[in-house]
């Protein structure tokens, strides 16, 4: 299936050349499978990855885009969900047809030297250029789970630009399958354990019992007419900063001077939710939150979660005080609320609270009420979900030409918080790479701050050499 189009943008033009449907190598007995209760937890959105590779190639860029798709096609048998089509039950849930219809991949062409991309601003550089949409290959098809579309820049460099419906896998799954993928193109002969799908793993108890704590972190959500009385969403904006491995020390340092030992995360949170809160001066009396992402998998290793279980495992705890508080109290405080938020949410019953609320719930969505923002009658502050993105092996997606120069996940979702992922720089120095997509007046606050540390990116990662 072949097709020529042509997007003129504003600082390149990008030529679509062909889309090929790539299936998994080996025949497969076709089935259902359910979305598991955690994963209809999340909000039906779609999530981009790129990975960026300096004039990468010993070979030419036909026989590299070749190499890719013989590797998809042998990956996808073991990663079979992601050549399947999403449907609809009776009842309206979501469910995979593991039918092996294949990943559609976008091969295209820009006009321009990967060094000129604006990493700092992916708005405009990537979204709608460099990962694709998750769109039918045909009417008569199903929405797929995945997309690839792998962009030749004229210097000779490449983007790989990924893109995954969320509610199918997390963070920690897709890394899974881009790691297997990178060693199947590698002929790299180090054993990567096969992906588990069982559903039955966390299944709801045969009493289903929610703890008060999950109640405050989740709310059933049917949509009321109040709904449409709320203020408008702010605009919200993407953008990619780099943070200084020393400046990461030093707020370290500062909020575990008194003897604590909260994480680097947590210590950046602190620092984040103060920021925003400082420099917006929003009133005192303003209830604000931060949430932080916490991956379940190391908790419920006891009841069967392996590392090789692909699914959503997550839980959405988040912190929460007035902005006089915040704004006030040292930043080892607010780290200290955040710090126990985490920890009082990373354990097996939480967890099982969870799936047993959503069982309840079916088919009524259960949402994260660091989500849900305040009406007229109770206006709230800033919120913002913070997503760790420090243990995802980004850099060794190595296909078979070299590393990646740089690479980032690109999350400009339209939900009511803001959305911010930190990962590992590729200097390899503890530097930091943070993604944002903020409302734009975060943005130009944090940009107006005085004793700045989120600098934006350079395009320094992308020169030639």
């Known amino acids: 299936m072949a097709s020529v189009n042509s997007l003129i943008f504003k600082d390149y033009e990008l030529k679509i ?53 013989n590797s998809l096609s042998r990956v996808l048998v073991s990663y079979y969900v992601f050549a399947g089509r999403l449907v609809t039950d009776s009842i309206g849930l979501a469910k995979v047809h593991c039918n092996s219809k294949g990943v ?21 550089s990537v979204e709608g250029k460099l990962v694709p949409l998750l769109s039918k290959p045909s009417e008569e098809d199903c929405l797929p789970v995945f997309a690839v579309q792998v962009t030749e820049f004229s210097c000779g460099g490449i983007v790989v630009g ?23 193109s590698r002929n790299d002969s180090t054993v990567s354990p096969n992906p588990t799908f069982s559903r039955s793993i966390l299944s709801p108890r045969d009493s289903p019992t ?18 449409q009385k709320k203020p408008h969403p702010p605009c919200l904006a993407s953008r990619i900063y780099r943070l200084d491995v020393k400046k990461i020390m030093d707020l370290q340092l500062n909020a575990n001077k008194d003897g604590k030992n909260y994480t680097k995360l947590e210590v950046f949170s602190a620092y984040l939710w103060k920021l925003l809160i400082c420099t917006q001066k929003v009133q ?37 005080s007035n ?11 607010s780290a200290g609320l955040i710090h126990d938020a985490i920890q009082s949410a990373a354990n097996e019953e939480h967890f099982q609270s969870l799936v047993d609320l959503v069982e309840t719930t079916k088919p009524t969505p259960v949402l994260a009420k660091i989500y ?11 919120a913002v979900l913070v997503s760790s993105g420090l243990r995802f092996p980004l850099y060794e997606v ?29 200097a390899g120095d503890g530097s930091w790479i943070v993604y944002m997509h903020l409302p734009l007046k975060q943005l130009y606050a944090i940009e107006s701050d005085p004793n700045r540390i989120l600098l934006p990116i350079q395009q320094v990662f992308l020169a030639s050499t």
């Open 398 to 426: 190595d296909y078979g030409w070299g590393k990646p120069t740089f690479a980032s996940y690109h999350f400009p979702w339209g939900g009511e918080a803001g959305y911010v992922m930190p990962t590992h720089s590729p």
């Open 104 to 124: 559609l991949m976008t091969q295209a062409y820009a006009a321009a030297p990967l060094s000129t991309l604006n990493l700092y601003n992916p708005d405009e």
């Open 210 to 227: 929610c703890c008060a704590e999950i109640e405050k972190m989740y709310v059933r959500h049917t949509p009321q007419e109040s709904d």
């Open 323 to 333: 902005a006089h508080y915040v704004r006030n109290k040292p930043l080892c405080w």
């Open 17 to 69: 050349v062909n889309t090929d449907v790539i299936v998994p190598a080996l025949p497969m007995q076709q089935h259902i499978l359910p979305l598991s209760n955690l994963d209809l937890t999340i909000p039906p959105v779609s999530v981009h990855v790129f990975f960026c590779y300096k004039n990468p190639f010993p070979r030419t860029f036909g026989s590299a885009i070749s190499h890719l798709r």
């Open 372 to 382: 849900c923002r305040g009406d007229e009658k109770e206006p709230s502050g800033p």
């Open 162 to 184: 990924c893109t995954f419906d969320h509610r199918i896998a997390d963070a920690y799954s897709a890394n899974m399958f881009f790691t297997s993928w990178a060693k199947l």
């Open 284 to 320: 005192d009396t303003l209830n604000c939150k931060i949430g932080i992402v916490v991956d379940g998998r190391p908790c419920l290793r006891e009841i069967g979660v392996s590392a090789n279980y692909f699914r959503n495992v997550l839980i959405l705890p988040f912190a929460e």
